[in-house]
């Protein structure tokens, strides 16, 4: 699967963390509570103008105060952002408690495009940059060499090197910049993380199924901001084990081989020759 933007999207791309299903019950939690106020204020606005108009009440109230109500729409109120806060504190504290982690990256943004480098021991020899594939033709190029299906590689979010990373792991992302602000987000994951010159933060996303998964800098950072995506593909352990040993030495091939050992999902067509992507896409 490829999580990426879909036409007319309406709601956020299908979970593949526990972080992000607890964003969007919340989310969806929210949203019942917010309409339902919504609705009754309408309703009472509705109510008043019918029922306190000039001519179904010529003669106005003289009522001052009334304490019930005054109690009623104070408790109310409150009791109602308690129901919204104690779950918000709740993923919230979840979301920046990284529980035991598997792994490392340090993940660093320039303008514009990102640097990734595997800390732990046995991963220490393995840095790259990702770097956006501008061209059509080259994501057509990529698609073919690797034999995956083009909408893997979709346009504005394909990049030259993705972030591999083994399926059912806890990875930790230790965030920084090279020399202006940037913010690292991946909306499947429910993650997004400055990303602050000399200041290091941190992260965790553990995914629950493979598959390629593309986020974008979501913090101003110059002309060509709309242009550094993040392509994170996971994949099943002795994969990643596999494609670990061969980055070491050659990030490129170790993707390839990688990319061999991937099945095709069903039904996809062959990826197009280079030249013969539409770029009236453009």
């Not at 309408?42 to 306190?52: P, T």
């Not at 106005?60 to 005054?70: G, Y």
């Not at 408790?75 to 918000?88: E, N, Y």
């Not at 974008?216 to 550094?228: I, W």
Request: proline share 6%; with cysteine.
């Amino acid at each position: 699967m490829a999580a990426q933007p879909t036409p007319w999207q309406l709601g956020f791309q299908p979970a593949a963390t526990e972080v992000m299903e607890d964003i969007t019950w919340f989310t969806d939690f929210t949203l019942v509570i917010i309409t339902v106020i919504t609705l009754f204020v309408l309703a009472l606005l509705v109510w008043c103008i019918m029922r306190f108009n000039s001519k179904a009440n010529p003669t106005p109230s003289r009522t001052s105060h009334n304490t019930l109500i005054e109690v009623v729409w104070t408790l109310v109120p409150i009791l109602v952002l308690v129901m919204i806060a104690i779950p918000s504190f709740r993923l919230l504290y979840k979301q920046v408690e990284i529980p035991a982690y598997d792994m490392t990256i340090k993940v660093t943004g320039y303008q514009w495009y990102w640097g990734y480098e595997y800390t732990d021991e046995a991963l220490s020899d393995i840095s790259f940059e990702s770097i956006m594939l501008r061209e059509d033709a080259e994501r057509a190029e990529r698609a073919a060499a690797f034999n995956r299906p083009i909408e893997e590689y979709p346009r504005l979010l394909a990049v030259d090197n993705e972030v591999i990373v083994p399926v059912g792991k806890t990875v930790r992302l230790q965030i920084t910049a090279a020399d202006v602000m940037h913010s690292f987000a991946m909306p499947a994951f429910g993650v997004k993380m400055d990303a602050i010159p000399g200041r290091l933060n941190e992260t965790w996303f553990n995914a629950k199924q493979t598959g390629i998964f593309y986020g974008q800098c979501s913090e101003l950072c110059g002309k060509d901001h709309a242009f550094m995506p993040i392509a994170i593909r996971v994949v099943e352990e002795a994969q990643f084990q596999a494609w670990a040993e061969a980055a070491k030495d050659d990030v490129e091939e170790a993707t390839r081989q990688l990319m061999a050992s991937i099945a095709k999902p069903a039904g996809t067509a062959a990826a197009p020759a280079a030249g013969s992507l539409d770029v009236a896409a453009r």
